[in-house]
C-alpha cells in the first residue's frame, strides 16, 4: 500500500493578469480628458503566476516594470484591466515607495518609508519610532 502524497495548495493564483493605466498629459488617471487622447501606459504587461504554500517568492526588476503594479492587484488595492487573481486569504501591503533615496542602504530605506506610513514597532523590538 503506497502513502498518500501531499500536494501543496496555492495561496496565490494569477492568470492573465495586466494593468493598464490612461494618463492625462498632467499624469493623472482622473480627469475630464477623454480616453482616446490620454496616454495609455502598459504598467503589467499580461502574466500568471502561482505561489504554494510555504514558498518565499521574489520579484525583481527595472524601475517601471511592474513589480508594485502587481503587488498591489494582489493585494486588491488595484483592479486589473486583464486577468483575474485569486488568494487564500485577505493579503496586506505594508508599504511600497517611490521615494527611494539613493544615499540610503535598502534597510534605512525600508525604515524610511515605513516611518512616513506612520506609527508601529520595529519587530523584535521594543522601541517605538512612531
Not at 116 to 127: C, D, H, I, L, M
Request: charged share 20%.
Amino acid at each position: 500500500m503506497l502513502g498518500k502524497v501531499k500536494v501543496a495548495e496555492p495561496t496565490i493564483v494569477a492568470r492573465g493578469l495586466a494593468k493598464t493605466f490612461y494618463l492625462t498629459k498632467a499624469g493623472d488617471e482622473r480627469g475630464l480628458t477623454p480616453k482616446r487622447k490620454r496616454t495609455m501606459v502598459e504598467a503589467l504587461k499580461p502574466m500568471s503566476l502561482a505561489c504554494f504554500t510555504g514558498e518565499s517568492i521574489g520579484i525583481i526588476g527595472r524601475n517601471g516594470s511592474g513589480k508594485s503594479t502587481l503587488l498591489s492587484l494582489i493585494a486588491g488595492n488595484e483592479k486589473p484591466t486583464a486577468g483575474e487573481v485569486f488568494v487564500s486569504s485577505h493579503p496586506t501591503l505594508l508599504s511600497v515607495s517611490a521615494a527611494l533615496q539613493p544615499h540610503l542602504n535598502a534597510l534605512d530605506n525600508v525604515r524610511l518609508g515605513l516611518l512616513a506610513k506612520g506609527p508601529f514597532r520595529f519587530w523584535g523590538t521594543s522601541q517605538n519610532l512612531g
